[in-house]
Each structure stands twice: as structure tokens, then as C-alpha cells.
């Protein structure tokens, strides 16, 4: 007792950093020991990112961390320090709105994030203190308080059941914003407790958090009148976590042993990080190379600036005063150089921030205002929750998705089942002979079907092994009975017609896993009616209408390695059964073989089918043999090492040499079109990859359906039965098994056509991964740091050499380690998150792209997504055609931006070699200020709104149009490279077919020549009206608001140039454009040089477009239009006089 109280007083506990103990009730144990309080953190739950402190320097920080942003800042500085030849507001006023939109929207979501904790640390709790039941905030909850909670309330923090209202000690909850099922889940108490928690004298050692959700060890100390604590061993099934809901239970009582952020919910949780869309980062790329042209412009006229002032004198009209001539000449240096690039600062467009913004903004409008994304059921659309990843859509290469809720419903229904090979399907008025099961004698009728004898205990077996519990309505259970008397009897087994779906309305069923209420209510469907557990006692209702009793004597639960599940019960006779049922490859081995050949057919039919399947077995047990089973189930649950082993030794013991009755196929329903959208997607280049926590069967048979598994797919299994496999230790048979599955996916596999994924290139060679929570954990975390980085890698590669890959078994912080993994492989390829519940939160925000499903399961994934839509059919619209399209445009815009702006300057650099490099503007300072705001601005927001270059009937049709724009294709140094050239060659154009013009020194009819103004003019005249135009070319949808925009900004600058040059303005020092428009108007030759200039600038982009080739799915298109007048492209022309979805008419 000293050497624990000297551990406890100065931490000398082995492996107590391991390990945490707690005081329930805050109680000294032994009650003469002094009580030291330990210092846990309280209840908060912290998500916000910023406080009303750190809010204006946390924020600005973040966002000069963008080049751009620190850039222009750098600049605006420069023109208000040293004197330049434009004014500070050219830059100043853009990169503030920027700066203050940016704020706004950012503080915002803040505000929303604080709001929501403000709602959960708020709650209100009930906490025993003294016998006393007190009322607290959630927040002020302490590690070791002891928290009453209510049925359907949610528990606020991790607690250790210690008592429940329920008379056999335990309660049940739905973990759906944990793991997202829906299922209850049975939890117990500790065993042996005062009934009056306030004399409760008891510690709690556990480990410290981590958050595994299906893993908690720990162990209870009960100090009672004599010297030597009880010991009760804890674990998962004692553990209540944060954010489960209580149900059919009225009340319980446990002691906080996890609290705020140490809570595995919060621990699952990944905070929420800034997301860069690819096309930012090829904007940066692209904006260093403008930068580098920059600062090499202003170096080369500095130097030449000052080469050629050694050369000639200084002119009389322009002395330098004395105090430039006292000022350093390097100083000078430096201050000509930002003087130049402040000059060719325009090169750097940050008005292209701003259209980029007000693009993806505006944009984002048209998916929330889709009208085939609107879901009648719930009455809502897509939500748009961040619009800076609009063109991400249109660029993702694995798509990770949830199951249970997001590719099917979670609702499961009885569909036929199969008794010694003979087939019975509910509605069909018969019991149809399988023609793919064999009998034992010669088959003279069509129908046939199993004795009676064979089929009641079939039936039995469904209403008897099985966790289901029954929640009592106001409905008596003598009102069930008579009701049920009305069951009609067809072939010799009861088919209920009335009866399908009023349980579902008078009596709950409540189990652990769908796919059992599922069972009881087709076992309903023939006669026999499960009743409910009273005292350890299972009722059942046979055809007869009579009631059976069954004493339940021991459960054999469910586990992924044994993938069965078994009850012994003893009848009135005294009989003892052991009904067990599970997967056909863990059941056959433990049944007697002459039976599975008459069952194996009917299940492999099934299963193809995408149906889950069950088989079912029974066993009588003598006296001797249950003694035996009785007395080692009861030696290995109380064992505190080793428990989970040695139960699995005395289940795999008891469940052998048992007789296989049948089996039952249960379906899963999909969500609408689940199958279609997932082979449009995979058709698309992208791989799909399901993560859920649910068991495998449940999973494979739902990817099956889905189509991700084929009939030829083999599957590669690295789950904890194959590991178990072989007698070896479970690292070598991890390194074995990546070996051999590398091999075959790998190594062995054909090389894949380019452009082609492999579920189409190699018809036979299919594979599919299957890999479950506990075998990626020693992926991730071998014990050797070269073996754990080797088999990430060999992992990986197997991965993608798969047409799908199911992870089942996964905790949320699991999913978003796959998706971390993938997203930093080599390319770092785009990723897309889908998900429906909160324990998808986490690989939603890890992803580069996040989706929440507006399901069942509460609204934290959708609150915590990027995009929000009701079902997962509307996945397929907003990335073949949104996404496809949105990238489309943003693309077309960034390099549309870079080349106007290298045409508007390229003509001021070359004009420096023609005025002593004097720092002489080219254009006037209205033209500089105006051209990207105002002149140039509305066309090409008005084309990266509306554009659709292919119709969106097409892009849905034809999938494999996705793949032309993946890799970020059309942001690719080579495309740059062309636009570059592009607008270096319209840039030479401009200034020199202008300087042509100007060789003849008589321009207008009076005899008089045009002065630097009017050149200056007409090159930037000519300019205005090429990239105007060159859009216009570049535009394949037009609608009303793209003749406006595009025509308007041409009539606008004219106006302008006119009125700005027509009056002199009394704020302006220097009128420099006065009457400088209209008179170089007067000119003809003017006129002709204007309309020449842009026609040979536009004219090869015209000869490209007429000679080229069509190449590609456009050009397969065209011909199958041609040929089909019914076909999608036959039709694309008047579907491009529409607007965008029929929605754009809406904007305006």
C-alpha cells in the first residue's frame, strides 16, 4: 500500500505515461488515503480558428502569405515611397478589396464555427454530486464526474457505464455520427455495483486517449470493507462515446473518463485546413515566370538607362538639379529600377485576383440554382459551402466514398432464402425449385420443397439467433398475436401479406445490425413471429399460432476475423440448440459436407447478384458437451489478458460438426442510380475507393452492386483472417501477403495503353483490394520505420494497379489517413470525399474536395464539405459537367489574363528603347487604370460564367470527355508557353506596325503629325479591339450577355476615349488626351493602319481554326452525329443557343 501511495505522489508507476487513473466521484481510494485532484482538461470543444484578438494579424499573415498578395503589396509600398510614374491607387485599391473580401468571408465562417461550439458547450447535463442531482454546463464537466443521461439525449462526454434503468444492466445507442451506422449497439455495465452510486468507492486505470473508436482497455477497482480492491476488467462494451445518442433505455448513469478535445470524437476530428485548387498553384508557377520577365525588363532598361546617358550629354531642357546630382548614383540605380518595375508592374494583372474571385463566387451560384440537383424528398439543392474549388471538380482522380448511407440507404429488406436447396421467394405465390441446387433423388415436378420439419427449424434458427431487441409500443402483445392470425398459408409455408410493413408502424426492432431485423421480419413473412426477450427467455410465435419458449443461455457474438455469430438455447423439452449463422466461407468448413453442395450454388448465385448472404446451421448439444462449452465461456470472460483469444478458442471448439440447414439473401438497397453513377465515374479515369465502417460482407456485397467488383474481379484480401492464416506471426504474414499481391496487381499485369485504366484495358486480369481497419493500422505503423515506409509504398502501388479498392472496418481518423496517403503519393493526384455522416468529417476535410450527402445521419458532413448535395446520383452532374466545365473556363481565363497583359505591356517596354529610357508611360494613366478594370474586364468574366464549349447533355453522355481535361491539362507549361508567344507577337505587332504608320510624317490632312499621345493611343486602340475579339473567337456558347459584354466593352472604351479627351478636367495637372481621340479619328490612315493591325493579328488564330482537324472524342462525335440524326451532338447547336443549365437568364 506505500509503495502505491509513493507512485501515486511523485509518478514512479511503471508506464504510467501509458495509462491515466480516475476517481469516480472525485472520492479518495482507499477512503484514508489523502485525495490529490489529477489535472485533466475540462469538457470545451474548441473549433474555431480564430478569436476577436487575433482575428486582424492571424488573418492578414495568412493571406500575405500568398505570393500574389505580398507581391502587390511590395509594390503599392513602392509607389508611395519613392516617385514613380503611376499613382498608388493603381494598385492599392484592388489589392484592398481583395484583402477585405477575403476578411470578411473568412471571419464569417469563423463566426459560424464559434456560434456552434457556443451550442455544444452550452448543453445542458445532469451530474450526481453528493447524492444530488445538479444541472451544469457541458463545458464545466470533469474527468471522473458522474453524468446521468436520458433516453435519445447525447452523451456529452466519454463515460464508463456504471448503471442503466434496464433490469438486465444494459442500455443501447447509435453511434451514427461516430461511425455512421444507424444500428443499436448493446453496452453493459460493470458488474457488481452498489445500486447507490454515492457510497460507489472505486478507481478507474484506462489508457490514455486515442482514437480508436473499437478499442478502449481499462481496468475498475471497487474498494469496499476489506483491504484488497475487486477487480472488473473494461473495455469497448462498457465504453459510451461522445456524440452517440441513448436509445430504448430511459436512463443511465456513467463516470467521465475521456473529456472536450481528448474525447475520441474530438481526437476523429481533423481540423479544417485552407484548401489551393490546382489552378492557384499553376497561377503562382505561372506568375513567377511574369515576375522574372519583369524584374529581367526593368533590369535591362536600367542598365541600358544609364549606358546610354554615358553616351550623350544631358540636354539643356532637362539639367538635373543639385540635389540629384549630390544624391548616390547606386541609390539612384536601385530607385530607376523600382521606378521600371512599378512602370511594367502591369504585367503582374491583379485585377486577374479579383475576376478569379468574382468568378468562382458567381459561379458557384449556378450548382446551388441547378434544378435537376433538387431533391423533392427533402426539399432542398446543392449547397455550395466554399466556392474556391469550383474548378477542382473537374479534376479529381480518386473519389473515396462512404457506404452506409451514401451508395445505399441503410435499409435493408428480406428477399428469399434457400432450405436444403429448395428456393423460397416471398411473392411469388410458390416455392420455386433453384435450378442451381442439386437434390438427392431424380426432380419429376417443377416445384418442390423441403419437409416441414426442415423448414420450421430453419425459421427458428432466424427468430433465435440473433441480437434483436423489441421496443414495446402502446400496441398489447395479445393485439400482435390476434393480428398476426391472419397470416395467409401458401405452399405450406405462411406468407404474410397484411402484415409486411404495420410492424414496422406498431413494434420497433432494435439490433446491432440491419441485416438481423431484416431476417426476423422475413422469418415474419413465413409464420413464425419473434416476440421478444423477457428474463433471458426467447418467445417466439409459430404457424400454429402457439407460443414457444426458449431459455437463452450464452450469445456468441460477432467478430471479423470468425465472421459468425451463434445462441444456445434450451427448449421446454430441455433440448440444447446451437443456432449459428454467417458468412458461407466461415460456416462450410464447420459444417458436416455432405450438406454444402446443396447450398453453396444458391449462395453464389446470390451473392453475384449483389444480394448479402447468411447461412444458417444447428447443433444439439448433450448435457456433457454444454457443461463444457458453459464452464470455458465463463473462465475466458473473466480473464483480464487474452480475453478476445481465448473466447475465439472455445467459439471455434463449440461451432463444429454442425448441420447446414440453409441460407437467405438480404438486400442492401442502393440509393438512386448508385451502379450508373459509379461506372460513369470509373469511365471517367477516376478510381473509386469505399472506406466504411462496416464488416466486410455488408461492404463487398454493396461494391458488387454497385458494380466496382465484377463477376471476373478477384479480390486480394489483407484483413485479420488472412493474417491469422499460416501460424505465422502477423508482421511476416503482412510482409508475405503485400509481396504476393504486388506481384500479381503489379509486376504480373500488362502493361495499360496510355489514356486507358485497366477495368478496360485487360478484360481477365481485374483486381480488387480489400483491406480492414486493423491490418492498415500495421501498414501504417510497422514497428520498423524502413518497413513501414516499404510497405506504405508496396500498398499504394497495389492499390492502384486495382479497379477498386474497399476499406472496411475503418475509424474516422483511418479514412482520412488513406485519403492523406493517397493525396501525397507521387503526382499528387486530386482527391474527392463523399460522405453522409460526422464520422466522414474528417476524410472530407483532408481531401482536396469535399462532398456531404444531405442523408439520415445528422448534417456534420455536410456542414463541414465544400459542397453539399441531397443524393449521390447528383455526384456524376457536378463533376462531368460543372466540374468539367468550370475548369474549362478558369483555365481559359488564367491564360487569357497573362497574354492580355504581356500585349499591354510588351509595347511600353520596346517604347523605352525609343525615349532615352526616360520611364515615359506609353499610355495615358486613365488608360492604365482602366484597361483591366474596366475595358477588358466584363468579356471574360462574362466567358468563364457562360462558356460551354461541349453541351452538358453531351459531357453526361459521354464520360470519357472528362478525361481531356485531367492533369490539369490545360495549364500545362506548353499551352502557357503558346499563349506566351501568342501575346509576345501581338505585343510586336501593335508597336511596330504602329511605328510603320508614323514613318510617314504627314498623318492627318492639315499637314500636322501625331505627338506620343496619339502613338500611344492607336496601340492601345488596336489592342483593346484584338484581345476583345480574340475572345470573342475563342467563344463557342453565345448568349445575349456575351454579345452584350463583349460589344459593350468595345462601344464603352470609345465613349470613354472620346468623353475623357472632350473636356478639360480641372483635377488633372496635365490634359494629355485632349481631343488626342477624336483627332487621330480624322485620319485615314489611322483607320486603315487600326483595322489592318487587328486583322492581321487575329488572322492566324482564324487559319488555325479553319484548317485544323477535328481530332479526338469531337471529332468521333461529329461523325456519329452525322450519321445519326437522333444522336447528342446532332443537337448541340440549338442546345448552344441555351444558357448555362437554363439558368443563366436567372442571373441577370
Known amino acids: ?112 464555427r464559434h456560434k456552434a461550439d457556443r451550442e455544444v458547450n452550452e448543453y445542458r447535463v445532469s451530474v450526481l454530486e453528493d447524492g444530488r442531482r445538479i444541472r451544469k454546463m457541458s463545458a464545466k464537466i470533469k474527468v471522473g464526474d458522474i453524468v446521468e443521461v436520458e433516453e435519445d439525449e447525447t452523451f456529452p462526454c466519454d463515460l464508463i457505464l456504471l448503471q442503466s434503468s434496464r433490469d438486465d444492466g444494459t442500455c443501447f445507442v447509435t453511434t451514427a455520427s461516430l461511425d455512421g451506422e444507424s444500428n443499436h449497439k448493446t453496452h453493459y455495465t460493470v458488474a457488481d455495483l452498489e445500486s447507490d452510486l454515492q457510497y460507489l468507492s472505486s478507481t478507474i486505470e484506462c489508457e490514455q486517449p486515442q482514437p480508436d473508436l473499437y478499442k478502449f482497455v481499462g481496468r475498475m477497482h471497487i474498494y469496499r470493507n476489506s483491504q484488497e480492491p475487486d477487480v472488473r476488467s473494461l473495455g469497448p462494451e462498457n465504453l459510451l462515446l461522445k456524440g452517440a445518442n441513448l436509445k430504448n433505455t430511459q436512463k443511465i448513469c456513467g463516470v467521465a473518463v475521456y473529456t472536450g478535445m481528448e474525447t475520441k470524437m474530438a481526437l476523429n476530428y481533423q481540423g479544417k485546413s485552407q484548401k489551393r485548387s490546382a489552378v492557384e498553384k499553376s497561377i503562382n508557377a505561372f506568375l513567377l515566370v511574369y515576375l522574372f520577365i519583369l524584374v529581367s525588363k526593368a533590369l535591362v532598361c536600367t542598365t541600358l538607362k544609364y549606358v546610354w546617358q554615358g553616351k550623350h550629354d544631358e540636354p539643356w531642357y ?62 432542398e439543392g446543392a449547397l455550395v459551402n466554399t466556392s474556391d474549388l469550383n474548378e477542382e471538380l473537374g479534376q479529381v482522380e480518386y473519389i473515396f466514398t462512404d457506404k452506409t448511407g451514401t451508395l ?62 423489441i421496443k414495446e409500443s402502446t400496441m398489447h402483445r395479445q393485439d400482435q398475436i390476434d393480428q398476426i392470425d391472419q397470416i395467409d ?23 446491432s445490425s440491419p441485416d438481423e431485423i431484416a431476417l426476423v421480419k422475413g422469418a415474419m413473412r413465413y409464420g413464425f413471429t419473434f416476440l421478444g426477450l423477457e428474463s433471458k427467455n426467447m418467445k417466439i410465435l409459430n404457424r400454429n399460432k402457439d407460443v414457444e419458449t426458449y431459455e437463452l443461455l450464452h450469445v456468441l457474438n ?113 440509393q438512386d442510380e448508385a451502379a450508373q453513377t459509379m461506372e460513369a465515374l470509373q469511365g471517367a479515369g477516376m478510381k473509386v475507393w469505399v472506406l466504411t465502417g462496416d464488416k466486410m460482407e455488408t461492404a463487398k456485397s454493396t ?122 503519393s507521387k503526382g499528387n493526384p486530386i482527391t474527392l470525399s463523399v460522405g453522409d455522416g460526422a464520422n466522414d468529417v474528417s476524410m472530407i476535410l483532408e481531401a482536396h474536395v469535399g462532398i456531404g450527402i444531405k442523408g439520415k445521419e445528422g448534417r456534420q458532413a455536410v456542414k463541414n ?151 500611344g493611343t492607336i496601340v492601345f486602340t488596336v489592342l483593346v479591339f484584338t484581345v476583345t475579339l480574340k475572345l470573342a473567337l475563342d467563344t463557342r456558347h453565345w448568349t445575349w450577355i456575351n454579345h452584350f459584354v463583349i ?24 490634359q494629355r488626351l485632349y481631343f488626342v481621340f477624336a483627332n487621330m479619328l480624322s485620319s485615314v490612315s489611322a483607320w486603315l493602319v487600326i483595322i489592318l493591325l487587328i486583322l492581321l493579328s487575329l488572322l492566324p488564330e482564324i487559319l488555325l481554326v479553319v484548317l485544323r482537324k477535328p481530332r479526338g472524342p469531337h471529332a468521333r462525335q461529329k461523325k456519329s452525329s452525322a450519321g445519326d440524326p437522333q444522336s447528342p451532338q446532332s443537337s448541340a447547336r440549338p442546345l448552344l443557343t441555351r444558357t448555362f443549365s437554363d439558368e443563366s437568364n436567372t442571373v441577370i
Open 1 to 112: 500500500m506505500l509503495r502505491r501511495r509513493l507512485n501515486r505522489l511523485f509518478g514512479g508507476d511503471e508506464g504510467r505515461v501509458h495509462s491515466r487513473t480516475i476517481y469516480v466521484g472525485h472520492k479518495s481510494c482507499p477512503p484514508n488515503e489523502a485525495y490529490i485532484p489529477p489535472k485533466f482538461c475540462d469538457n470545451r470543444i474548441v473549433s474555431s480558428k480564430y478569436t476577436v484578438w487575433n482575428f486582424l494579424p492571424k488573418n492578414l499573415f495568412e493571406q500575405f502569405r500568398r505570393i500574389a498578395n505580398f507581391y502587390f503589396l511590395i509594390i503599392f509600398l513602392v509607389q508611395v515611397i519613392v516617385d514613380t510614374p503611376t499613382s498608388p491607387v493603381t494598385s492599392g485599391l484592388p489589392l484592398f478589396f481583395v484583402i477585405t473580401v477575403t476578411a470578411v468571408k473568412q471571419g464569417y465562417e469563423d463566426w459560424l
Open 318 to 379: 532637362n539639367e538635373k538639379t543639385q540635389k540629384e546630382k549630390d544624391t548616390n548614383q547606386y541609390l539612384k540605380m536601385f530607385t530607376d529600377f523600382l521606378s521600371f518595375m512599378v512602370l511594367f508592374n502591369f504585367i503582374i494583372p491583379v485585377s486577374m485576383y479579383v475576376t478569379v474571385e468574382m468568378q468562382k463566387f458567381l459561379g458557384s451560384f449556378f450548382i446551388a440554382w441547378d434544378k435537376d440537383f433538387f431533391d423533392p424528398e427533402i426539399q
Open 408 to 469: 445505399t440507404q441503410n435499409n435493408m429488406e428480406f428477399i428469399e432464402c434457400c432450405i436444403d436447396g429448395f428456393q423460397y421467394k416471398h411473392g411469388d405465390g410458390s416455392s420455386e425449385l433453384d435450378g442451381f441446387c442439386v437434390t438427392d433423388g431424380p426432380v419429376n415436378k417443377i416445384q418442390q420443397k423441403a419437409g416441414r420439419e426442415r423448414e420450421e427449424l430453419f425459421l427458428r434458427a432466424l427468430c433465435l439467433c440473433h441480437t434483436v431487441q
Open 489 to 511: 398459408q401458401v405452399d405450406g409455408l405462411g406468407v404474410d401479406h397484411e402484415f409486411l410493413h404495420p410492424p414496422q408502424k406498431e413494434t420497433g426492432f432494435i439490433a
Open 558 to 670: 460477432f467478430d471479423p476475423v470468425r465472421r459468425r455469430m451463434s445462441v444456445m438455447v434450451r427448449s421446454k423439452t430441455g433440448d440444447i440448440l446451437l443456432f449459428c449463422k454467417g458468412a458461407d466461407s466461415s460456416m462450410f468448413p464447420q459444417v458436416r459436407q455432405e450438406e454444402v453442395e446443396r447450398i453453396r450454388m444458391h449462395v453464389e448465385r446470390n451473392a453475384t447478384e449483389g444480394y448479402r448472404t447468411l447461412c444458417v446451421a444447428y447443433k444439439h448439444l448433450n448435457a456433457q458437451e454444454y457443461a463444457r462449452a458453459d464452464a470455458d465461456l465463463r473462465e475466458a470472460r473473466l480473464a483480464l489478458q487474452d480475453r478476445e483469444e481465448k473466447l475465439m478458442a472455445v467459439y471455434n471448439r463449440v461451432e463444429t460438426d454442425m448441420i447446414l440447414i440453409g441460407a437467405t439473401a438480404v438486400e442492401d438497397q442502393l
Open 703 to 824: 461494391c458488387y452492386a454497385c458494380g466496382l467488383f465484377k463477376k471476373n474481379t478477384e479480390l486480394l484480401e489483407l484483413t485479420l483472417r488472412t493474417l491469422e492464416d499460416g501460424g505465422r506471426s502477423r508482421e511476416e504474414r503482412l510482409h508475405d501477403l503485400l509481396l504476393e499481391y504486388h506481384k500479381k496487381a503489379v509486376q504480373d499485369a500488362p502493361p495499360v495503353k496510355l489514356g486507358i485504366t485497366r477495368s478496360w484495358s485487360v478484360a481477365g486480369h481485374d483486381y480488387g483490394f480489400i483491406i480492414d481497419g486493423a491490418s492498415l493500422s500495421m501498414v501504417l505503423s510497422s514497428s520498423s520505420e524502413p518497413n513501414s515506409r516499404r510497405y506504405k509504398n508496396l500498398f499504394l502501388q497495389i492499390c492502384q494497379n486495382c479497379t477498386a479498392v474497399l476499406c472496411c472496418r475503418m475509424a474516422p481518423l483511418q479514412k482520412a489517413q488513406i485519403v492523406k496517403l493517397v493525396k501525397n
Open 865 to 1015: 464539405s465544400d459542397y453539399a448535395i441531397p443524393k449521390l446520383k447528383h455526384l456524376k452532374k457536378l463533376l462531368l459537367a460543372h466540374g468539367h466545365l468550370y475548369y474549362v473556363r478558369i483555365a481559359h481565363l488564367v491564360q487569357y489574363f497573362f497574354y492580355k497583359n504581356l500585349c499591354f505591356i510588351l509595347p511600353q517596354f520596346l517604347y523605352q528603347f525609343f525615349c532615352g529610357y526616360s520611364q515615359q508611360p506609353l499610355y495615358d494613366a486613365a488608360y492604365l487604370t482602366m484597361y483591366n478594370i474596366c475595358f477588358t474586364s466584363m468579356p471574360i468574366l462574362a466567358y468563364s460564367l457562360l462558356e460551354q464549349h461541349i453541351c452538358i447533355e453531351v459531357l453526361l453522355e459521354h464520360s470519357t470527355l472528362y478525361r481531356d481535361i485531367a492533369k490539369n491539362a490545360m495549364l500545362r507549361w506548353k499551352l502557357f508557353l503558346y499563349w506566351t508567344a501568342l501575346g509576345i507577337f501581338h505585343g510586336l505587332v501593335f508597336f511596330f506596325g504602329v511605328r510603320f504608320l508614323f514613318s510617314n510624317p504627314a498623318l492627318q490632312d492639315n499637314g500636322q503629325v501625331f505627338g506620343n499621345w496619339s502613338y
Open 1047 to 1070: 460589344w459593350g466593352s468595345l462601344a464603352f472604351y470609345v465613349f470613354f476615349s472620346f468623353f475623357w479627351g472632350g473636356i478639360i478636367w480641372p483635377f488633372l495637372k496635365h
